[in-house]
């Protein structure tokens, strides 16, 4: 398995914290939250199988990004500060999960933002035919006015112009995003597998984007999460769209904190 490309923030010695994005997205993402809400914190922000600047050859399962994930904490995080908090937005909660289950002396707790598992497969089929018809912008305007339709309608300026300089590149006549499509397009089809709870017993924070309809997280996991893991599991729910890294980042670090 190549080794992912990892972004650090945050005091070298400090408890450590893994972030792992979502679909499409890439580690330097978390900078916004590292640098303006957990400063205090080592921010491990590896970019998955795919994207950004990680190798892009397969396989793409949610396992092999686990493991990849894994090799990633063990290179950027001394025995002595693990277990980590994991923080992981939409399908990055997934690998997350995956991790927790397949490496548990790796993970203390979990923050998962908007996980997105578990998703009826004729939903799963339209979002992965959707990416292959929508690919490619003429400039980044564009681009942005994509993202814009696409979740990120409250997303302050200042993060989606960083989003639009760190994450597009040139692509042809046009720009398009740092993405390998078939490793996208696979993971809908790893999304569309029966959701897994978090393992018994680990202190797990889940964040429901209440504007979000269809909901990614659905009323079935929430009662099974209530019922199976009442113990270990908290539900909150936030008033924004999908990116809740961006549009609750005080909520998100406070979650984070409590948990460290």
Same mark, same amino acid.
């Given at each position: 398995?190549?080794?992912?490309?990892?972004?650090?923030?945050?005091?070298?010695?400090?408890?450590?914290?893994?972030?792992?994005?979502?679909?499409?997205?890439?580690?330097?993402?978390?900078?916004?939250?590292?640098?303006?809400?957990?400063?205090?914190?080592?921010?491990?922000?590896?970019?998955?199988?795919?994207?950004?600047?990680?190798?892009?050859?397969?396989?793409?399962?949610?396992?092999?990004?686990?493991?990849?994930?894994?090799?990633?904490?063990?290179?950027?995080v001394?025995?002595?500060?693990r277990?980590?908090?994991?923080? %992981?937005?939409?399908? =990055?909660?997934?690998?997350?999960? #995956?991790?927790?289950?397949?490496? !548990? @002396?790796? $993970?203390? &707790?979990?923050?998962l933002l908007?996980?997105?598992?578990?998703?009826?497969?004729?939903?799963?089929?339209?979002?992965a035919?959707?990416?292959?018809?929508?690919?490619?912008?003429?400039? %980044?305007?564009?681009? =942005?006015?994509?993202?814009?339709? #696409?979740?990120?309608?409250?997303? !302050? @300026?200042? $993060?989606? &112009?960083?989003?639009?300089?760190?994450?597009?590149?040139?692509?042809?006549?046009?720009?398009?995003?740092?993405?390998?499509?078939?490793?996208?397009?696979?993971?809908?089809?790893?999304? %569309?597998?029966?959701?897994?709870?978090?393992?018994?017993?680990?202190?797990?924070?889940?964040?429901v984007?209440?504007?979000?309809?269809?909901?990614?997280?659905?009323?079935?996991?929430?009662?099974?999460?209530?019922?199976?893991?009442?113990?270990?599991?908290?539900?909150?729910?936030?008033?924004?769209?999908?990116?809740?890294?961006?549009?609750?980042?005080?909520?998100?670090?406070?979650?984070?904190?409590?948990?460290?």
């Amino acid at each position: 398995m190549a080794d992912l490309h990892t972004h650090l923030f945050g005091p070298e010695g400090a408890p450590a914290v893994l972030a792992i994005h979502g679909l499409t997205g890439h580690g330097k993402r978390w900078g916004v939250l590292a640098e303006n809400h957990l400063p205090e914190l080592r921010v491990v922000a590896p970019d998955l199988l795919g994207h950004g600047h990680s190798p892009a050859a397969p396989p793409w399962r949610i396992a092999d990004h686990a493991t990849a994930t894994a090799a990633a904490v063990e290179a950027h995080v001394p025995a002595d500060r693990r277990p980590v908090v994991v923080v %992981a937005h939409s399908f =990055g909660s997934t690998v997350a999960l #995956e991790l927790a289950h397949t490496r !548990p @002396d790796l $993970v203390r &707790a979990l923050v998962l933002l908007d996980p997105a598992q578990g998703l009826p497969p004729e939903r799963a089929l339209e979002l992965a035919q959707g990416a292959m018809a929508h690919r490619g912008y003429p400039d %980044a305007q564009a681009a =942005g006015e994509a993202k814009r339709a #696409e979740g990120w309608g409250e997303v !302050p @300026d200042d $993060v989606l &112009a960083r989003e639009l300089d760190d994450h597009l590149v040139h692509n042809g006549d046009g720009v398009d995003w740092r993405v390998c499509l078939p490793a996208a397009i696979t993971a809908w089809s790893e999304m %569309a597998r029966p959701a897994v709870l978090p393992p018994e017993g680990v202190p797990t924070h889940i964040v429901v984007a209440e504007r979000v309809q269809p909901p990614f997280v659905t009323p079935d996991f929430l009662a099974r999460c209530a019922d199976e893991r009442g113990d270990s599991v908290t539900v909150h729910h936030v008033d924004t769209e999908h990116m809740v890294p961006f549009l609750a980042p005080e909520k998100v670090a406070e979650l984070v904190s409590a948990v460290v």
